[in-house]
C-alpha cells in the first residue's frame, strides 16, 4: 500500500502474556519510529530506526520492550509480560531520512491489557 | 531539554469562525516545527511544517501556522473552520543533527466545532 501499515489494529491480551505489534513502513523510507500514544501522556517516543539499526532506544520504558527491523523495512515491537499500564496506542512512523523529514503516520495498534 | 507546550487541551469554536491554537517550544537552536492532526482511531497526518526561511508557512486544508522566533511559538491558525476540522492537533519539534530522529510532540489540542 501507499501508506505505513500496522498489525493488529486492535490487540487484546491478558496480563503477563507477550505481545508482537508489526509496522510495515512507506516504501523507500529508511528511518521507522515507533511511539506510543496513552491518555494523559501524549505521544512518546519508544525507539527510532536508521535501516536496521537503532540509533535511538532511549523511550524504550523498560526491558520488557525491545524491537527490531529486518531488510530496513518491516519493524515488529514486542513487549513481554504485559502489564496494565502497557496498555495504550502504539504508533509506527516511516520518513526517509531523520531529522527535517516529515514523518509519516500509521494508524496505530490499540493494545489492551487486561 | 527540547519541549513542546499546547496551553489549550479543548477548543471549542463555532464553525465558520478563526481559529488559532498555540504552541511554545523550547529547544536551544533553530527548530524543525510540525503541526499534525488526528481524528478519532486514526494515525497523525501532517498539516504543515517549518524548517527555515519564511516564518509564515501554508499547510494543507487550508491551515496556516507562524514562527516567532522571539516568542518560540509556532501558532496554527484557520481563517474559516469546517466542521470536519474537529480533531486533535499536535505541535512537535524535531531535532537537529545528531543521532536523534525523533520529534517531541505537545500533549494536543482537541478542536470542537459547534454547528
Known amino acids: 500500500g501507499a501508506g505505513v501499515s500496522q498489525s493488529p489494529s486492535n490487540k487484546v491480551t491478558e496480563k503477563g502474556k507477550d505481545v508482537e505489534l508489526r509496522c510495515d513502513p512507506i516504501?523507500?523510507?529508511?528511518?521507522l519510529y515507533w511511539y506510543r500514544q496513552s491518555l494523559g501522556q501524549g505521544l512518546e517516543f519508544l525507539i527510532y530506526?536508521?535501516?536496521?539499526?537503532?540509533?535511538?532506544k532511549s523511550g524504550l520504558p523498560s526491558d520488557r520492550f525491545s524491537a527490531e527491523r529486518t531488510g530496513g523495512s518491516v519493524s515488529t515491537l514486542t513487549i513481554q509480560r504485559t502489564q496494565q499500564e502497557d496498555s495504550a496506542v502504539y504508533l509506527c512512523?516511516?520518513?526517509?531520512?531523520?531529522?527535517?523529514?516529515?514523518?509519516?503516520f500509521g494508524d496505530g495498534t490499540r493494545l489492551s491489557i487486561l | 531539554a527540547q519541549s513542546v507546550t499546547q496551553p489549550d487541551i479543548h477548543i471549542t469554536v463555532s464553525e465558520g469562525a478563526s481559529l488559532e491554537l498555540r504552541c511554545n517550544y523550547s529547544?536551544?537552536?533553530?527548530?524543525?516545527l510540525f503541526w499534525y492532526v488526528q481524528s478519532p482511531g486514526q494515525g497523525l497526518q501532517l498539516l504543515l511544517k517549518?524548517?527555515?526561511?519564511?516564518?509564515l508557512v501554508q499547510g494543507i486544508k487550508g491551515f496556516e501556522a507562524e514562527f516567532k522566533r522571539s516568542q518560540s511559538s509556532f501558532n496554527l491558525r484557520k481563517p474559516s473552520v469546517h466542521w470536519s476540522d474537529a480533531a486533535e492537533y499536535f505541535c512537535?519539534?524535531?531535532?537537529?543533527?545528531?543521532?536523534?530522529?525523533?520529534?517531541?510532540f505537545g500533549k494536543g489540542t482537541k478542536l470542537s466545532v459547534k454547528p
Open positions: 517549518y524548517f527555515s526561511g519564511d516564518t
Open positions: 512512523a516511516s520518513s526517509f531520512g531523520q531529522t527535517n523529514q516529515p514523518q509519516h
Open positions: 512537535a519539534v524535531g531535532a537537529h543533527g545528531g543521532s536523534q530522529g525523533n520529534l517531541i
Open positions: 516504501s523507500g523510507h529508511t528511518a
Open positions: 530506526f536508521q535501516g536496521n539499526s537503532a540509533p535511538d
Open positions: 529547544y536551544g537552536a533553530t527548530p524543525y
